[in-house]
Each structure stands twice: as structure tokens, then as C-alpha cells.
């Protein structure tokens, strides 16, 4: 079984940023593809950002690209989201996911485990 819990969500003025991580309960996710989603009221849930299970490689949604950095740190069994010039409409719950493959994916069925989320609001 695999746990996933993300922190760092908060309320933030625009232009702002906020630094959401993933922390994942074991070491097996080193092994597979990262990604960032984020569902806003009444709206489906997107891809934000994904990371190989390496690290080397990181796809991005257009809306976040220059904006928004996915990192992460195997050894620590993490991962980051880096959210910097933060807009209103980037208000969400951001939710970390683990992909079924190595190679980062923009599919929600290609994620197998998820964190519960957390709760970004960004103010104009």
C-alpha cells in the first residue's frame, strides 16, 4: 500500500508563491513517474506537472510553464511543487499522484495512487 500526503497549500495574494509537497510512505515510488494535479470547483481534475522516476525529465501544462517547478528527492521519498507569480485562477486542491510507469504522463488513468490534497487559494 502506498500513502501519499501532500503539504503546503495556504491562502496567498497573486504574484505570490507556495511550496506544496509530497511525501510518500515508501521507497517503491523512487522507482515510478510523479505528478501534480489540481481539481478547481466545478471544473475536472488537470495535469499540472509530472516528473520521471529519476528526476531528469518534468512535463508541464501550458497555463503553469515559467511558473510552476515539480522536483524531487528519492532519497527522502518526496516530491515538490515550486509555485511562483501565482494567479487567481490557480486556485485548486492540488492533489501528488504516482504514475504506473517510470516515464512521466499526463492521464489521470495513468496514475495509480493519490494523495487526499491540499488546498490552494490565491487572492487578486
Known amino acids: 500500500q502506498v500513502t501519499l500526503v501532500e503539504s503546503g497549500g495556504g491562502l496567498v495574494q497573486a504574484g505570490g508563491s507556495l511550496r506544496l509537497s509530497c511525501a510518500a510512505s515508501?521507497?517503491?515510488?523512487?522507482?515510478?513517474?510523479m505528478g501534480w494535479f489540481r481539481q478547481a470547483p466545478g471544473k475536472e481534475r488537470e495535469f499540472v506537472a509530472g516528473i520521471s522516476s529519476g528526476g531528469r525529465t518534468t512535463y508541464y501544462a501550458d497555463f503553469v510553464k515559467g511558473r510552476f517547478t515539480i522536483s524531487r528527492d528519492n532519497a527522502k521519498n518526496t516530491v515538490t511543487l515550486q509555485m511562483n507569480s501565482l494567479k487567481p485562477e490557480d486556485t485548486a486542491i492540488y492533489y501528488c499522484?504516482?504514475?504506473?510507469?517510470?516515464?512521466?504522463?499526463?492521464?489521470?488513468?495513468?496514475?495509480?495512487?493519490w494523495g487526499q490534497g491540499t488546498q490552494v487559494t490565491v487572492s487578486s
Open positions: 499522484a504516482r504514475a504506473g510507469t517510470s516515464w512521466p504522463v499526463r492521464q489521470i488513468s495513468d496514475y495509480d495512487y
Open positions: 515508501t521507497r517503491t515510488c523512487s522507482s515510478n513517474a
